[in-house]
């Protein structure tokens, strides 16, 4: 029975591996983003022994020699090494690494693999001696199989190399990101890699990133080119006078109108690429106590609900594209400190809260009725809600985690009590393998807490918690991967944790400095999970969300802008709970991910991520 015809998908793997198990991971997930992501997934993975590829070469070696040292008629013929496949001059050992120079991190560097000591003490010029004969093996660990992945083995087209040389074959799975896919950062997170950074402002990842389950990995080494400035990509809008951004919202499926919003105006701004951006004043400051104090679009962006205060009144304004008024929503006793819409639909929750009760109701725009529903009272305050799925919604509190049922009505179904009465500040809710995950935390205690699951952290930083999320899994929809969670400081980091709900364990896996005296101030994942990014009083920073390390990109205000937040000075932040003075920031990436908002002191900035 003849084998299968070798394929790109085999060559590619071998290769893969390769790079794994000689410790030049950061070229195979380089590999592994073009053309795979999931190489383990391959049907043919699990057969694959440790060291295939040098193997296999030192086999096709051995057949090379043969080949060539008979004659037509299987006689010897004199094979010497000017018949050599690498030809007669003897390939030199390497030396061995020295330790790393300022600005690098010397446990980035990858041991000497077993492959590389069988090719420099058992083979001369690409043959093996008697005592390299045998390649070592080793026992592969066991493999976390993905099973949504469809491939073929045997029955895919042999291999062809175009002229760029790159597989015909493999260009459709080519993997790149679509948030940063067309950008100044390449395809693997990468800008001018040709180039090593003069400096190295960013402290070295404490845990190295491992891809290879199968077999030994090494694990990635960290040598990112110096960050790209995006500063000739953005654009600046004055959106306030006399006051400070607090959030900046686009919408949805839209990358040419985006929110801008402060205590006391909301202005919707249209700004597409070729023309000047045109202002629609929503809400604006008329001498009066009125106050914006939360903003959401529909998840269709047909609507945008504005709530505002005044006279110890809350209501809600559903405005359209156009910055017309469309509905007026019934009117609350107290202030509405939240607004969230259903990813896929029509409800929205309303949290509205003083410092003795709050009020959770549910809006139905479908519907339209002349008043809320029944709402769920609560007595203390709700920081912070997040929905999970279109029957489940979380909300947090002083000491409490409320599981909320979400029918024609919101009702709560479970409250779990934590050990002390801190407020937990913000939450953000995921699916895990048809499991609930809440993840709630404490800003001024630096701690979290998963009541789903019963798990604490205590000391997550050294400085108050700003800002957490979740990073979404959109670009790869893949069962049991991780829960990654990202949480901001104003102990100058932002850290990347993986959350394994089974040991019940945190795990910091990337810690991201900003700088000295540069406090994370706010986070936020691109719609793909891809990136991440964080801003500081004036600066904003963006990650490769897996692999860490140095950002790959940055943005600094100008002179004018930095001026206009020093004058602003230490602004009160009262969203979700803040106790401690805190200037606002707020990042809003697009759907696409292609474009991303920074709002600061006065200013909103527009950085376009496609040039």
């Not at 279109?390 to 179904?413: K, L, M, Q, T």
Request: proline letters at 7%.
């Amino acid at each position: 029975m003849s084998h299968p015809d070798l394929t790109s998908h085999h060559v590619n793997y071998l290769i893969w591996r390769y790079l794994q198990e000689s410790g030049h991971g950061e070229a195979a997930v380089t590999l592994q983003r073009a053309w795979n992501h999931d190489p383990q997934s391959l049907p043919f993975a699990p057969y694959i022994k440790t060291h295939a590829l040098v193997s296999l070469v030192q086999k096709g070696l051995q057949y090379y020699e043969l080949e060539h040292s008979l004659d037509k008629d299987g006689n010897p013929k004199p094979f010497g090494p000017s018949n050599y496949f690498f030809g007669p001059a003897a390939l030199e050992p390497e030396p061995l690494k020295t330790p790393s120079g300022p600005g690098e991190d010397s446990t980035d560097q990858a041991p000497v693999s077993p492959t590389s000591k069988v090719a420099r003490d058992g083979v001369i010029n690409g043959h093996l001696t008697d005592e390299a004969a045998a390649p070592q093996v080793i026992t592969s660990a066991k493999k976390n199989r993905k099973s949504d992945r469809v491939e073929t083995n045997g029955d895919e087209i042999p291999m062809e190399i175009d002229s760029n040389g790159v597989s015909n074959e493999t260009k459709s799975a080519v993997a790149a990101s679509p948030s940063l896919a067309d950008t100044a950062v390449d395809g693997d997170g990468d800008v001018s890699m040709g180039t090593r950074p003069d400096s190295q402002d960013q402290e070295p990842t404490a845990v190295p990133t491992f891809t290879l389950t199968n077999g030994h990995s090494v694990g990635v080494q960290i040598t990112p080119a110096k960050a790209a400035d995006l500063s000739p990509d953005t654009a600046l809008l004055d959106v306030a006078d006399n006051d400070h951004v607090t959030r900046t919202l686009w919408r949805p499926n839209d990358p040419t109108v985006i929110v801008a919003v402060g205590e006391t105006f909301c202005s919707l701004w249209k700004a597409p690429s070729s023309a000047t951006p045109v202002q629609e004043r929503l809400v604006e400051n008329k001498g009066d106590s009125t106050c914006v104090s939360a903003v959401a679009w529909d998840p269709k962006g047909q609507k945008l609900a504005v709530a505002t205060y005044n006279d110890l009144r809350g209501s809600i304004t559903m405005y359209d594209v156009a910055g017309n008024a469309v509905d007026l929503l019934p009117e609350v006793p107290r202030m509405i400190t939240g607004l969230h819409w259903t990813e896929n639909g029509s409800h929205l929750i309303v949290v509205a809260s003083d410092s003795k009760v709050s009020e959770l109701a549910l809006w139905d725009d479908s519907l339209r009725p002349n008043e809320f529903p029944s709402p769920q009272v609560i007595d203390g305050s709700v920081y912070d809600l997040s929905w999970l799925g279109r029957n489940e919604a979380y909300a947090c509190g002083n000491g409490v985690v409320y599981h909320c049922d979400v029918d024609s009505s919101i009702h709560i179904a479970r409250t779990f009590t934590s050990e002390t009465d801190r407020p937990w500040t913000f939450i953000r809710c995921a699916n895990v393998n048809s499991s609930s995950v809440a993840v709630a935390a404490s800003s001024n205690a630096a701690g979290f807490w998963i009541p789903t699951h019963d798990m604490h952290l205590e000391g997550a930083h050294e400085g108050d918690i700003t800002a957490i999320e979740l990073r979404p899994n959109a670009s790869q929809p893949q069962p049991n991967l991780p829960l990654v969670l990202a949480s901001a400081s104003t102990d100058d980091t932002v850290k990347l944790w993986h959350v394994d709900l089974d040991t019940k364990q945190f795990e910091c896996i990337h810690r991201l400095y900003l700088g000295l005296s540069s406090p994370a101030l706010a986070c936020s994942f691109s719609p793909d999970g891809y990136a991440l990014a964080a801003a500081s009083k004036e600066k904003l920073f963006i990650w490769n969300a897996q692999r860490g390390g140095t950002a790959m990109a940055t943005w600094s205000a100008p002179i004018e802008g930095k001026k206009k937040t020093e004058e602003q000075g230490q602004v009160v932040n009262g969203h979700n709970g803040n106790i401690d003075s805190t200037p606002d920031r707020s990042l809003s990436w697009d759907t696409d991910g292609k474009k991303l908002a920074f709002g600061f002191s006065k200013q909103v900035a527009i950085i376009n991520l496609q040039s």
